[in-house]
């Protein structure tokens, strides 16, 4: 058992990573010699925010998968809460596409990741909690190329009695059309997003680029993407199409498309091959225990899938979709990309982005609530991950990371440009065996719970 303060029995190699919520850090445990990412957050004043804040721990350490990032322990000092995880040597998913520089991976190298994504995604919704942002680079990569799913962050378990509905945004590359239609966020939200990924390691790209938000949120809500590289077999096609599908029912859950018939073989040499092999011998297992002990649990504990209050008896039904979605919005408004103004004050080629004094007045209730609260949100809280790349700041356009140079301005991002139109989109699909859930109804919209937060800082 550990006696010394925690933060003693490390010690500090390197900063790793900082954003918004403080740092990560590479720290070597004195007396294993093991290293580890310590991600240090600030713990905000109010006790809500601070709750939200050990969420994040709380989640990680309720997740035990070999292709879910390790919790080692939890501890709080000086205003700061201390997540110490399992460093994965390789790191993201992100860094290593960008060094393929060009090169596409083999099918058989895409699906062995796709699959131990898929099993990290199977595992949390069983549990109920969903990831919520999803990404290349928050999916991590360890010394034996093992695929790690981490950053639970924005993630959210369901029941809770705090349900967010969609106070997150999520970076919007990643973000699914009903969050821009306004309809809760959902497992199958993660799915899209996941789809993202499986795209980006297909074509080194980003399934969903153009030259400003209307366009981007376009794009997404209509599921317009360049087709994949013909090398590539159908199903993959078949894959990412099916995960791509607008409605959010049509998607497959993770347990779907573990079972699909094209992937049975890889899935199954998987869970063979994946025992818990990484998790060094001298791993304290007493001290996991107490350590997810130790986080204060909010008040109103965070329950397990299996005695959760059932959410939904069989699949719920969608609510009647709003009629001034952002969406519909968009496809009058003139570009917005005149209103997105770099704010240079990230490092790197990292560039937040704010909405500023958008030109075109928004008449519909919900959309001008929408864009007041873009106008006055502090990125640093509600739209925190609300980061976007862009290459060159004097151009008005979104680039991410793995954006490739996309056509001039808005208004030549046409919808007749090469497009995987899915048919079966609009297709009835029994898919009984999917496990639909959603956050929890809560009085208020999204838009509501949104600008009570951000208010929350003025
Ligand atoms: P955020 O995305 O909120 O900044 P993350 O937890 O995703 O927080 O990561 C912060 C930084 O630390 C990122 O640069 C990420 O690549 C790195 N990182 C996070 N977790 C790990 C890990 N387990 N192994 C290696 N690098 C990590
Ligand atoms: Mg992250």
């Not at 899938?305 to 959410?311: D, G, I, M, V, W």
Request: hydrophobic letters at 30%; charged letters at 25%; glycine letters at 4%.
């Amino acid at each position: 058992m550990t006696t010394n303060a925690p933060m003693e029995n490390y010690k500090i190699l390197n900063v790793i990573g900082e954003g918004s919520f403080g740092k990560a850090l590479l720290v070597c445990h004195q007396n294993t010699n093991q290293n580890y990412v310590m991600k240090e957050v600030r713990l905000p004043k109010s006790s809500g925010a601070s709750r939200d804040s050990r969420q994040e721990a709380i989640l990680l350490a309720k997740m035990k998968h070999p292709n879910i990032v390790k919790f080692r322990e939890s501890f709080e000092e000086d205003g700061h809460l201390y997540i110490v995880m399992e460093y994965c040597e390789r790191g993201d998913l992100l860094v290593t596409i960008k060094h393929q520089r060009g090169k596409l991976f083999s099918e058989q190298n895409i699906l062995q990741w796709f699959v131990q994504m898929c099993l990290a995604v199977q595992h949390i919704h069983e549990k109920r909690v969903l990831h919520r942002d999803i990404k290349s680079k928050n999916i991590f990569l360890t010394q034996s190329r093992r695929i790690k799913l981490g950053d639970f962050g924005s993630a959210r378990i369901l029941s809770s009695p705090m349900a967010h509905a969609c106070t997150y945004v999520g970076t919007p590359y990643y973000v699914p059309p009903e969050i821009w239609e306004n309809v809760p966020y959902n497992n199958k939200s993660d799915i899209w997003s996941l789809g993202c990924v499986l795209y980006e390691i297909c074509t080194l790209k980003h399934p969903f680029q153009a030259g400003g938000w209307k366009n981007l949120i376009l794009k997404i809500c209509h599921g317009s993407y360049s087709p994949l590289p013909s090398l590539y077999s159908y199903e993959l096609r078949s894959l990412i199409k099916q995960m791509f599908r607008k409605d959010p029912r049509q998607r497959p859950s993770a347990n779907t498309i573990l079972t699909r018939r094209g992937l049975l073989k890889v899935v199954k040499s998987t869970v063979v091959t994946q025992t818990d092999d990484e998790m060094p011998e001298n791993y304290p297992q007493d001290e996991l225990t107490s350590a997810i002990q130790h986080i204060n649990e909010p008040s109103a504990p965070l329950e397990d899938a299996q005695h959760s209050k059932p959410l939904c008896s069989g699949r719920r039904h969608w609510k009647k979709k709003p009629t001034d979605t952002v969406v519909n919005i968009l496809e009058d408004a003139t570009s917005l990309t005149s209103s997105v103004e770099a704010n240079r004050s990230v490092g790197g080629d990292v560039i937040k982005y704010e909405l500023k004094e958008l030109r075109k007045k928004w008449n519909k209730e919900t959309s001008e609530s929408l864009l007041n609260i873009l106008n006055n949100a502090d990125l640093t809280t509600a739209f925190q991950t609300y980061t976007i790349y862009k290459a060159k700041p004097s151009e008005e356009c979104l680039k991410g990371p793995l954006s490739s140079d996309i056509p001039g301005p808005d208004a030549t991002d046409s919808r007749e440009e090469e497009i995987a139109v899915d048919p079966e989109r609009l297709q009835p699909r029994s898919d009984d065996e999917d496990t639909d859930f959603e956050e929890e109804d809560v009085d208020t919209d999204w838009l509501s719970e949104l600008k009570r937060a951000t208010e929350a800082q003025y």
